[in-house]
């Protein structure tokens, strides 16, 4: 199918974005194009105006600034996957972006335009949720920076206000002695995850001494697995303990049930994708 009509922009900076976003209704922004142009195609979105974000410099770069690694939201999955700074300073989130999709879609897709589009099955959220990421809105005459488990709020719905552009991902950089792992059951036509798993670990004197788990694909929108973490941390870092504790990789969420997998499955293969993740960290330990 075709798109319906729309304008175009393409600014070359944010400020410029910001005013064709508040002036027009109906706009919407354009990144990578992933996930709105298949959806424009098949008219379940039909904005007035497309603002084209790919030529604006200032979102482009992956950088470490002031104990944190900045990423501008339109550095591309590709990007992100290659970037050396992640993978000195967190691999985790590396390794996530190989994992999505495939060649094509890596070198177009953009990490801001995922966050926003807010899949439940996308692979960032489960990665960011575990590594405690932040991600800085801005709107004319101001922004806000949010905790990325507020952000995602549900299901294709997140914290962006109207006029608000998503500009950059903030990772804390402290994670030494931290290792980590991205696991995912991936839907075997898109590779959406069906269940993705990142966890993050270290091991102090034989125990757990820090344990997240961020989950994707399994409910309506990702999830740290609280429930897992309590049940690790503190106690011996030994395959009995994650066995455990992996067994609580859904308590509290519902989960979904589609074509793919009836929330029964869906639910028990995030147990094992926990402990296979976790057991995958735990094997990375220093
Ligand atoms: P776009 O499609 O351009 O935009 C998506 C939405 O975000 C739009 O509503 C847009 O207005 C909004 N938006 C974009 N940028 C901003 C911004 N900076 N601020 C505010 N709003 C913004 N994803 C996975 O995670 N895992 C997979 O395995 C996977 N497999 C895929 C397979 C295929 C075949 C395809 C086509 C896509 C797949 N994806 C997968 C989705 C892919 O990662 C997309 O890149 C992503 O969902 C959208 O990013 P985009 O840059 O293309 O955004």
């Known amino acids: ?57 200032e979102l482009h770069y992956i950088a470490e600034v002031n104990g944190s690694v900045r990423i501008g939201a339109m550095s591309t999955h590709n990007q992100l996957e290659t970037s050396e700074t992640l993978h000195r300073k967190c691999p985790l989130l590396a390794e996530a972006a190989g994992r999505i999709g495939d060649v094509q879609v890596r070198n177009l897709g953009t990490i801001g335009g995922s966050l926003s589009h807010a899949d439940p ?52 950089v402290d994670q030494t002695g931290l290792s980590s792992a991205y696991l995912k059951f991936q839907q075997p036509a898109s590779g959406f995850a069906v269940v993705g798993v990142a966890a993050q670990v270290a091991v102090q004197g034989g125990n ?51 074509l793919y997998a009836a929330a029964d499955y869906r639910a028990h293969a995030a147990c094992i994708y926990t402990r296979r993740a976790l057991g995958a960290a735990l094997s990375r330990a220093k």
Do not use: C, H
């Not at 859904?250 to 589609?258: M, N, R, W, Y």
């Open 1 to 57: 199918m075709i798109a319906q009509q729309f304008d175009y922009s393409a600014p070359e900076s944010v400020s410029e974005a910001l005013s064709l976003l508040s002036s027009q209704k109906g706009s919407r922004l354009l990144a990578g194009g992933q996930s709105l142009i298949p959806m424009m195609k098949l008219r379940l979105s039909t904005p007035a105006r497309l603002i084209d974000l790919g030529r604006i410099a």
């Open 121 to 172: 099955a996308a692979d960032y959220p489960a990665a960011l949720l575990a590594v405690q990421a932040q991600v800085r809105l801005v709107r004319q005459g101001g922004e806000r920076t949010v905790s990325i488990g507020n952000f995602l709020v549900d299901a294709f719905t997140t914290a962006l206000e109207p006029g608000e552009i998503l500009y950059e991902v903030i990772v804390p």
């Open 208 to 258: 757990f001494s820090v344990a997240r788990v961020g989950i994707t694909g399994v409910g309506s929108a990702s999830y740290r697995a609280t429930a897992v973490e309590k049940a690790l941390e503190g106690r011996p870092a030994t395959t009995a303990t994650i066995e455990a504790a992996s067994r609580l990789a859904t308590q509290g969420v519902e989960a979904l049930s589609d």
